[in-house]
């Protein structure tokens, strides 16, 4: 099979992080439950895991980082813990269901919500979210590269704007961490929200969000927490008072060799490789009668994802053509991402999403361009 589903998680992991998580499985006990060997040791990788994820991402202490199983569950965490009835948070066209559930939630709670339009490329303007600033604006959450059209979205100008009125940012970077650099103090994030198994080539299961010093956020979950167990409430001291129950210790140890590939490796080295091969692909198809992509390539600068429709085809059925003639797996239909669905006009469609990790190859790439142009001939 010939992978090209990398933003919906990377198949092909590190040989590093594999052996990690099978000798985490077979030594590890779990961390802050005891003075024993094992225990030690999980506490040893989850505090040393914390630390390269602090560095990763330009974060002041380690402290302030949390582990989560993914994305969905930092944003959840960020968005129901921070917001109040009353308050007004914005958000973006471009924005996955793991944002605009938990902010529907909330408005029926009693939260106004604002939704910054895109345009047919895929793209809003810095100008919309700031006339969309009121009084009781609370949160700006933005995503930092779209999962439907790969268009990046640099978070600088955002976090400014709402660092100079008082808001809160939050930014969801499961596209982007571990392919795109992130520096959460420069770019003025006050929480990101990552999640482990797409371009930080860790487990599933494994993720989780920075948040900024003195920012108190609601926990999403209370319980065992190792420490202060005569207390009736759950511990307000970071990063505890988010992690409640036992940690993902064996993912995590997967997670750690992961940060170390992608220290290793140079995360300036793996976009590059990636960037290459997409557009390797876009130059391929982008002529191809009858193909319409999807996104804005005005930009080399993008995720490498390409997303594409063959005439009136459904987009199901493509991709299934794709897998069962060519052995080409992709992802098709809505992609969690309704909004944008509705920008491209591709609701009923949906499309067809090649997304490219560094370790697929050029002659994988070409099969690819081939299999689209024998398939548009069809249409």
């Not at 994988?364 to 361009?369: G, L, P, S, Y």
């Amino acid at each position: 099979m010939i992978y090209m589903d990398n933003a919906a998680t990377t198949m092909h992991k590190p040989q590093e992080v594999i052996d990690a998580v099978v000798m985490a499985m077979s030594s590890m006990g779990n961390a802050g439950r005891g003075v024993n060997e094992a225990s030690l040791s999980a506490s040893r990788i989850i505090y040393d895991t914390r630390e390269k994820l602090c560095r990763l991402f330009g974060a002041e202490d380690p402290r302030q980082i949390v582990f989560t199983p993914n994305s969905t569950e930092s944003l959840n965490i960020a968005i129901k813990g921070i917001l109040n009835p009353g308050d007004h948070v914005i958000a973006t066209m471009l924005e996955h269901n793991s944002v605009l559930r938990p902010l529907y939630e909330m408005e029926k709670k009693g939260v106004r919500l604002t939704i910054v339009k895109s345009d047919q490329n895929g793209r809003f303007n810095l100008k919309d979210i700031e006339d969309a600033i009121a009084e009781d604006t609370k949160m700006i959450v933005c995503t930092n590269g779209s999962n439907l059209t790969g268009n990046y979205v640099d978070p600088e100008p955002v976090g400014t704007l709402a660092r100079e009125r008082g808001i809160v940012f939050v930014v969801d970077a499961s596209q982007t961490a571990g392919v795109f650099p992130i520096d959460v103090q420069k770019m003025k994030i006050d929480v990101l929200c990552f999640t482990g198994h797409k371009g930080m080539l860790a487990p599933q299961g494994t993720g989780g969000m920075y948040v900024r010093k003195g920012l108190v956020i609601r926990p999403l979950k209370s319980g065992g927490s190792g420490v202060q167990t005569y207390s009736k409430t759950h511990p307000i001291e970071m990063p505890t008072a988010l992690e409640a129950g036992t940690l993902n210790g064996h993912g995590i140890a997967g997670l750690h060799a992961a940060v170390e590939y992608l220290e290793k490796t140079g995360v300036d080295n793996i976009r590059a490789r990636e960037q290459d091969l997409m557009w390797r692909f876009y130059e391929g198809v982008k002529d191809i009668p009858g193909v319409k992509v999807y996104g804005d390539f005005s930009s080399k600068n993008r995720c490498p994802i390409v997303t594409l429709n063959i005439g009136d085809y459904d987009s199901s059925e493509v991709s299934d053509e794709l897998l069962t003639e060519y052995g080409i797996s992709t992802r098709a239909g809505g992609h969690c991402a309704p909004l944008m669905h509705e920008a491209l006009g591709t609701v009923e469609q949906g499309a067809v999403r090649f997304s490219f990790s560094h370790y697929n190859t050029e002659e994988e790439v070409d099969t690819a361009i081939e299999a689209i142009r024998e398939l548009s001939k069809e249409e």
